[in-house]
């Protein structure tokens, strides 16, 4: 009996996140912006190699 209770809890608990993930907004919004430079992060100055010079 309490392998048919755990399957019924189980199946209850899987109906209720498919609804709730159905008809739910999403919670978390996220905007997409395009990456822009920004002074204040470091970057690595390419470094002269002897194939460049030649």
């Known amino acids: 009996m309490k392998e048919f209770a755990a399957l019924g809890a189980g199946i209850v608990i899987a109906a209720v ?3 709730w993930f159905t008809t739910r907004p999403v919670l978390v919004t996220t905007t997409v912006r ?5 002074a204040d992060i470091p970057t690595f100055k390419s470094v002269p190699s002897n ?3 030649e």
């Open 17 to 19: 996140a498919a609804v």
């Open 34 to 38: 395009p990456l822009q430079a920004s």
């Open 51 to 53: 194939l460049a010079r």
